[in-house]
């Protein structure tokens, strides 16, 4: 019998062969794909996120576990797909221009994954325009953008005046790193911020109405 709360304990420890193994067995005995991410995947992410948001886990065991995470989903994916499984939402993430940075928008990309989200990773020093045009050939509901040095911080007003400009009034904007602060994502017209990985999550949420 297919145990979906061991697959997710597995994922929370980070055990990569483990999820394999487990999500291997699940389907075999004919669990339903979206049942295995929802209640063995996303159940163990969603651990992981609470416990990293609390500082009981760190960055090191954040990155095994969304390893894990993408050894389950490697097996998951097609069958998602020919399922026709959609995703909760569809985020666009890069950090901003002039900036390098990519550890925090990579635990972010994990996080969201972890929560059922599509995921475009746009990666580093990522232009308002590039923003603009990822919005209009993906979609998505959400831009989510990363930025760890204070120079590169106006680069985030560039970008949600450029999507404005571009009439993507749609698109909501989250935004986040170690610089910022709610205040400052208020002056600058964002959507959404968030100040550590684990609560981009939460905020997208609440922001798209799926809290």
């Known amino acids: 019998m297919a145990d979906l709360?061991?697959?997710?304990?597995q994922l929370f420890a980070g055990k990569q062969e483990e999820v394999k193994k487990l999500t291997q067995q699940a389907i075999d005995e004919g669990?339903?794909?979206?049942?295995?991410l929802t209640n063995g995947l996303i159940k163990g992410m969603e651990k992981v996120g609470m416990k990293f948001k609390n500082n009981e886990i760190y960055v090191p065991e954040v990155l095994?576990?969304?390893r894990a995470m993408k050894a389950g989903m490697g097996l998951l994916k097609p069958l998602l797909a020919a399922a026709g499984h959609e995703p909760i939402a569809k985020i666009c993430l890069g950090t901003v221009?002039?900036?390098?940075?990519d550890i925090g928008k990579n635990l972010v990309v994990m996080m969201m994954e972890g929560a059922g989200f599509d995921v475009v990773d746009m990666g580093i020093d990522v232009k308002p325009e590039q923003f603009v045009e990822a919005a209009k050939t993906h979609n998505p509901q959400l831009i989510g953008m990363s930025?760890?040095?204070t120079t590169t911080m106006p680069a985030m007003k560039d970008t949600i005046?450029?999507?404005?400009a571009a009439g993507l009034t749609n698109v909501k904007t989250i935004v986040g790193g170690a610089p910022l602060t709610q205040k400052y994502a208020d002056e600058i017209g964002a959507s959404g911020y968030a100040p550590d990985a684990a609560s981009a999550v939460d905020?997208?949420?609440q922001l798209l109405g799926l809290a």
């Open 147 to 149: 930025a760890l040095l």
């Open 5 to 9: 709360q061991a697959l997710a304990d």
């Open 31 to 36: 669990v339903s794909p979206k049942e295995i």
């Open 64 to 66: 095994i576990a969304a």
């Open 97 to 101: 221009r002039g900036d390098l940075h």
């Open 203 to 205: 905020t997208a949420k």
């Open 161 to 164: 005046d450029s999507l404005k």
